[in-house]
């Protein structure tokens, strides 16, 4: 029986989109243990993007892969992180997520979400896919949940749109993060597989 | 028809509808949604192609932007 630490140490997961939900998602699962992150993102970090990444003012304008996978190496240098600077589309998705068990959706826009599931589901039903889906505003705490859907979960309220009214906000959105990163820690620990999952709705 | 939506079973007048009609039928408005009918995915382009009958189990989310 591996200890907790061997488990999480020999895991590789995917992070696709280092913004509010990957960045901090990965932060969580280095500092958890996992030994190997595979990061994807094309974009820079912005002055504004502080208000809820895990990012610092003096990386502004640096690619975020780059910054993500730095600030990982100043909590454990020993983590094996992969930085990828692209925009993930079916094949890359396929080439650079190949030995991630998991893999964490962390995009921007709705239409990037389907497109990473159905490429998961379709080419990767081996692996797992952890959505966050329902993250603005602030407040409604218990409205966050986690459902299963086969290899799928989804993590967030479904429900709350980031708009002019209801932006995304720290709190909020590292909260969701950390429910896919603990997701993560329960695959791994407690061996879940992808094929075996009955759907299980936590009303 | 009966069939389980989201975890409830809901009571139909039909025999069939194609995913695309059971969408608009059940008020699913938001234009990214993962269909899922007996634990395999549906694409969008299939929705009018793939039937759904009595005793199937469907699972319909809308996909929520923001990251």
Redesign the interface.
């Known amino acids: 029986m591996k200890s907790r630490l061997e488990k999480l140490k020999g895991t590789c997961i995917g992070i696709a989109?280092c913004?509010?939900?990957?960045s901090n998602c990965a932060m969580a699962l280095a500092r958890a243990g996992v030994g190997h992150l595979v990061l994807a993102d094309f974009d820079v970090v912005t002055r504004e993007n502080l208000g809820r990444q895990y990012y610092f003012l003096d990386q502004v304008g640096q690619k975020k892969v780059q910054a993500l996978k730095d600030n990982i190496a100043r909590v454990d240098p020993g983590i094996n992180v992969e930085a990828h600077d692209l925009c993930l589309g079916p094949d890359e998705v396929l080439r650079i997520f190949k030995n991630c068990r998991v893999i964490i959706?962390?995009?921007?826009?709705?239409?990037m979400?389907?497109m990473l599931?159905?490429t998961v589901?379709?080419r990767f039903p081996d692996k797992f896919i952890i959505?966050?889906?329902?993250?603005?505003g602030y407040g409604a705490n218990n409205a966050l949940r986690t459902?299963r859907?086969?290899n799928?979960f989804?993590c967030?309220d479904?429900?709350?749109?980031?708009s002019e009214e209801t932006p995304?906000l720290a709190p909020r959105?590292g909260a969701v993060a950390a429910m896919q990163a603990n997701q993560v820690l329960e695959i791994v620990m407690d061996d879940l597989q992808p094929a075996s999952g009955d759907?299980v709705?936590d009303? | 028809m009966k069939i389980t939506l989201n975890n409830n079973e809901v009571s139909m007048a039909g025999e069939s509808f194609s995913v695309r009609e059971l969408l608009g039928l059940m008020k699913f408005t938001f234009p990214m949604i993962v269909v899922k009918v007996n634990g395999r995915l549906v694409r969008k382009e299939d929705y009018e192609r793939v039937f759904v009958g009595d005793g199937d189990f469907v699972e319909a989310i809308h996909l929520i932007s923001g990251g």
């Open positions: 989109g913004g509010g939900l990957g959706e962390a995009f921007d826009r709705a239409e979400k389907l599931i159905e589901t379709e959505v966050g889906s329902g993250l603005a459902r859907l086969g799928l989804i967030g479904e429900i709350s749109e980031v995304p959105v759907d709705w009303e």
